[in-house]
């Protein structure tokens, strides 16, 4: 289960063994579902839209007991046969995979393939990006696959070139075939520099001349990325 | 300190994505900018808010720049604090690589 993900309990007519009310604690715009559990089954799944308007603030279970905490010395009422804190994701998973109910998405969901899909298509590119490169003879060529920690860019493609008309080689290489295969034209360096970035959006290639790929270090700063083999043998930077 | 706003004449204020001319006013010993050198540098963060398009605008605590070199590139090996996205549309794709986070 998400973390943004609201977990309401209904009250029941019967009594109820286990209750739980689990609250999100961040909130994430792009992705809030409501999920109305239903342990009756009494109840009917309501229509969607109709739930969420008429949604209350969820009414926790009868059985409860006194309770004192402690490390803050303060009495509280504990949910029978229930420790929220001793909870973790997959029981949660598991809770929801058993009772939950989708009840409000905001906009129509994508489906998870789709996201899997853009990714190839974006991978795709940045493997021909980075064939490219090896074509004019780049050095030392990595795909860093960034898209879990930043969100502005997926892929990086890094590249070292030898000499300034190199770095210019590769970046008409990478351009043209970008414009003929994929029809992606990239904003950046027009003019080859010590270090050349071509941004096309979701891919952002690095070119760089040995010194400066040494002095930046983009690969200890994105460390965390994983790197994407490639088809072909990589030059070493001597 | 800026003493010249580039990109038009008689500019009065720079804002996030444009390069300034600066000076340095204070510098820590054993590092390669000296006090009172003329750099260049790229406006990464304002006190004044910036306004987008979507109508949200954001504003930083500082106000704060990268100095970079004649042909663009970013001085230092690193950047700190936070950096506005709107650096990527001024073509300062660069520091936004460098950014540990981009606003």
């Known amino acids: 289960m998400h973390h943004h993900q609201v977990l309401a309990m209904q009250q029941c007519n019967r009594p109820l063994q286990l209750s739980q009310l689990i609250s999100c604690t961040s909130y994430s715009s792009q992705n809030v579902q409501m999920i109305h559990t239903s342990l009756c089954a009494s109840r009917p799944a309501l229509n969607a839209s109709l739930r969420t308007q008429q949604c209350q603030v969820p009414r926790i279970s009868h059985q409860r007991r ?9 009495e509280m009422e504990e949910l029978e046969d229930v420790d929220l804190s001793q909870l973790d994701e997959e029981d949660l998973d598991v809770l929801f995979e058993e009772y939950g109910e989708v009840v409000l998405t905001d906009g129509k969901p994508r ?10 298509e974006t991978l ?4 021909a990006l980075a064939e490219a490169a090896n074509e004019v003879k780049g050095a030392e060529i990595q795909v860093l696959f960034v898209k879990p920690l930043i969100y502005w860019a997926r892929y990086f493609v890094l590249a070292t070139a030898f000499s300034k008309p190199q770095v210019d080689a590769i970046g008409r290489r990478m351009r043209d075939m970008a414009e003929e295969r994929f029809d992606h034209s990239p904003r950046g360096d027009t003019k080859p520099n010590s270090w050349t970035l071509l941004d096309f959006g979701d891919v952002v290639v690095h070119i760089f001349l040995p010194k400066e790929r040494a002095y930046y270090n983009l690969e200890e700063f994105y460390g965390n990325a994983t790197r994407i083999s490639l088809p072909f043998e990589n030059r070493v930077v001597q | 300190m800026c003493i010249r706003v580039l990109g038009a004449s ?36 304002t006190c004044k808010e910036l306004k987008r398009k979507n109508g949200t605008s954001v504003q930083f605590d500082d106000n704060a720049a990268v100095v970079i070199n004649q042909e663009g590139n970013p001085k230092g090996t690193r950047v700190f604090g936070p950096v506005a996205r709107e650096l990527r549309e001024s073509d300062f794709t660069k520091i936004v690589s460098l950014a540990p986070e981009v606003l």
């Open chain 1, 66 to 74: 006194r309770v004192s905490n402690s490390r803050t010395g303060a």
């Open chain 1, 111 to 120: 489906p998870v393939a789709s996201d899997v899909d853009d990714d190839a």
């Open chain 1, 124 to 127: 795709t590119f940045a493997i």
């Open chain 2, 10 to 45: 008689n500019r009065k204020y720079a804002h996030i994505g444009d390069v300034i001319i600066a000076v340095v006013k204070e510098a820590i010993p054993n590092m390669p900018l000296k006090k009172s050198e003329v750099v260049r540098a790229v406006v990464v963060r």
